[in-house]
Every structure is written in structure tokens, then in C-alpha cells.
């Protein structure tokens, strides 16, 4: 069924490139759902373009759209009682996010910014409610996604709680191979990590010091699992890195 009363983007809005659209399309959640919802939901999208660092929402501003990551990262932080901010997580391309307050429209919990030039495609909150009202079938799939995020989640804490900093640091490379991998020029066999992240973001993802974490990158290093660069990491060896997640109890 095709949503009539959508908002109609002007034909001067930007248009997203072949590989932005490839990774909304491409998307494990968003390429289950039907032609006909995939084909609505794009009908009403725009899309917004961010420079590194650039702010994409606040903590207590007002839910007014519905995203999904199409190039970059997001990423989303809060901020301590000593001012410090905190990464809790990257949302990578071909992932949608702000759903929940599309529903209960309560204000955003936390800051968002651009990791890297960034690219998003939105949904006004007044159009994903008409589509809400046109395709019961995305009750169900929001719904899917909510619980794999829970589980998500929960493995998050059972990993903090139960894994040690080694492991959850080849788990956490092991992701962002599978997110930002590109295989090197020189070694079809070794992975760069495209998403650019300094070792202290990668300790707060990870809930551990800058400190350590570097001792446990120089460790891998040492190992041959993967190759630290000015520029970033390179994984060499991904078969190492699920070893040392393995291991552990």
C-alpha cells in the first residue's frame, strides 16, 4: 500500500550517492522489511550531510525525526558530572536510530554527533507516524529490532561482567571489522579499520583506561593479530582475535 499524504521532498534536496543507498539498503533490519514499506519510507526521506565532529542532536531536544545512518558514523555520548564527555556507541551505516521517542516522544537522552563526514537519511516524526498508520507490518519489525537491541545489550553487560579486557578488545576489533572492514591494497588478507577511533574512544567503548588499552593493543601488536598505524588499525589476523575471545571462560 502506498502512504498518499507523505511529505514529497523538493527535487533540490541532496539525493544520497550509489554507496550510501547501497548501505540503507543493505541494512540487516531495513532489507527485511517489504518492497512496499521499504519503497514508503524512502518516498518521505531526506537527507542530511554532517562534517566531523558537527552536533546532530542534544540531550532534551524534542524527537523530530526518525534516521538512518548512510555514510560514517554517529556517535552517541553523554556527559559526566565532572563535564567529561563519554562515548557509549558508534550507530554505524545501514542502522536506524531514534525510533523510541518517535513512540513516546519524550526528549533525547543523550548527545549525538558526526564521527567523520557523515551522512544521514531522516524521517519527520509526522511522516513515520503515517506509516505507522498505512503499514501495521512495522509495528512488528520495530519491534524486532527493539529486541535484538535488548539483547544486544545484555550481552554488552555479560561481556563487562564476565570477560576480560583482552577479550572484549578482540571482540570489539572483530565488529569493527565487520562495520568498517576494508581489505588492504598490499594484503587481501589483512583488514583496515575504516572507522578512525583514538585509543581513549576505544577505552570508553570498552569500559577500561586509555592505559590499558594500549598495553593490550601492543600486545596483539606483539602477537601479529594486528598492526597499529598512524593513521589506524589493521587487523591481520582475524582468526587469532576470535581465538582470544574464545579462550576466555
Keep these: 500500500m502506498t502512504v498518499q499524504s507523505l511529505t514529497r521532498q523538493p527535487l533540490d534536496e541532496p539525493i544520497l550517492t550509489m554507496e550510501e543507498r547501497e548501505a540503507i539498503n543493505h541494512g540487516r ?22 562534517q566531523d565532529g558537527d552536533l546532530i542532536a542534544a540531550r532534551g531536544d524534542p524527537p523530530t525525526v526518525w534516521s538512518a545512518v548512510a555514510k560514517g558514523a554517529v556517535r552517541v555520548s553523554s556527559t559526566s558530572i565532572t563535564g567529561k564527555q563519554i562515548t557509549l556507541t558508534y550507530v554505524e551505516p545501514g542502522v536506524w536510530f ?3 521517542a518517535m513512540f ?25 507516524r503515517k506509516i505507522l498508520d498505512q503499514h501495521v507490518e512495522l509495528y512488528e519489525a520495530l519491534l524486532r529490532l527493539h529486541a535484538r537491541r535488548i539483547r ?13 579486557l583482552r577479550a572484549r578488545l578482540a571482540k ?23 572507522l578512525q577511533l583514538a585509543q581513549e574512544e576505544l577505552a570508553q567503548l570498552l569500559g577500561a583506561s586509555r592505559q590499558r588499552v594500549n598495553q593490550e593493543l601492543k600486545a596483539m601488536e606483539r602477537d601479529g593479530a594486528i598492526r597499529i598505524e598512524p593513521g589506524g588499525l589493521v587487523v591481520r589476523d582475524r582468526a587469532q582475535l576470535m581465538r582470544i575471545v574464545e579462550s576466555e571462560p
Design 152 to 164: 544486544t545489550l545484555f550481552g554488552l553487560v555479560e561481556d563487562l561482567n564476565t570477560l576480560p
Design 172 to 194: 570489539q576489533l572483530l565488529h569493527l571489522c565487520r562495520s568498517y572492514g576494508v581489505p588492504c591494497l598490499s594484503n587481501g588478507n589483512e583488514i583496515r579499520i575504516g
Design 104 to 128: 513516546d516522544g519524550d526528549a533525547r537522552t543523550h548527545d549525538a554527533y558526526a564521527h567523520g563526514a557523515t551522512t544521514l537519511l531522516c524521517v519527520a516524526r509526522s511522516d513515520f
Design 29 to 50: 533490519w531495513f532489507s527485511s522489511l517489504s518492497p512496499s514499506l521499504r519503497h514508503d519510507i524512502l518516498r518521505c526521506a531526506f537527507v542530511k550531510r554532517y
Design 98 to 100: 531514534g525510533d523510541v
